[in-house]
Structures are given as structure tokens and as C-alpha cells.
Nanobody
Framework: QVQLVESGGGLVQAGGSLRLSCAAS????????MGWFRQAPGKEREFVATISWRGGDTYYADSVKGRSTISRDNAKNTVYLQINSLKPEDTAVYHCAASSRVPGGSSIWRSYDYWGQGTQLTVSS
């Protein structure tokens, strides 16, 4: 069992930057691939980024590619998502997720076993 708690959301002006964090419980964090997804009001859940269990492989959605970085610190049981050049369309609740089934990471939400409650990011224009 893994419990995930996101933090770092807030209100940011367009063009700014923000780093989201996701702290995981449990001793086996390093054996999970991690992902970030987001969901805006009235829209479906959207993949943002994923990182493999060792952190060597990352993959991003086109919507954030080039201006975001996913990283992890297995010693701290934490995964991060840095987003730069924020846009109003980045406004959403951001969720982190853990997968034991796809160690290389996945953009498919059904690949993930555990989810956090989410943190709200609002980007003002």
C-alpha cells in the first residue's frame, strides 16, 4: 500500500513557475514508476508526465514538453513536477500516481495503482 500526498499548488501568474511535490509513504517507493496527471473542471483527466522507477526515463505530454521537468528523490520518497512558463490552460487539479505494473512509466491512467488527492494549480492571465 502506498499513500500519496501532493503539495505545492497555488495561484500563480501566467509566465511564472511552480514546483509540485508528491510525498509517498511506504518503504517500496523506489519500486514504483510515478506519474502526474491533471484534471480541469469539465474536462477529462489528462496525462502530464511520468518517470521510471529509477528515474532514468521520463516522458511528457506535448502540452508541457519543453517547459516542465519531472524528477524523483527515492531517498526522500518524493516525486516533483516543475512547470515553467505557466499558462492559464495549465489550471487544474494535479494528481500524482504510482504504478507497480509499468516500471518504465506510463501515460495511461489505468496503469496506476495508487493516487493522491490532488493539489490545485491556478494560473491567472
Amino acid at each position: 500500500q502506498v499513500q500519496l500526498v501532493e503539495s505545492g499548488g497555488g495561484l500563480v501568474q501566467a509566465g511564472g513557475s511552480l514546483r509540485l511535490s508528491c510525498a509517498a509513504s511506504g518503504r517500496t517507493f523506489g519500486s514504483y514508476a510515478m506519474g502526474w496527471f491533471r484534471q480541469a473542471p469539465g474536462k477529462e483527466r489528462e496525462f502530464v508526465a511520468t518517470i521510471s522507477w529509477r528515474g532514468g526515463d521520463t516522458y511528457y505530454a506535448d502540452s508541457v514538453k519543453g517547459r516542465s521537468t519531472i524528477s524523483r528523490d527515492n531517498a526522500k520518497n518524493t516525486v516533483y513536477l516543475q512547470i515553467n512558463s505557466l499558462k492559464p490552460e495549465d489550471t487544474a487539479v494535479y494528481h500524482c500516481a504510482a504504478s507497480s505494473r509499468v516500471p518504465g512509466g506510463s501515460s495511461i491512467w489505468r496503469s496506476y495503482d495508487y493516487w493522491g488527492q490532488g493539489t490545485q494549480l491556478t494560473v491567472s492571465s
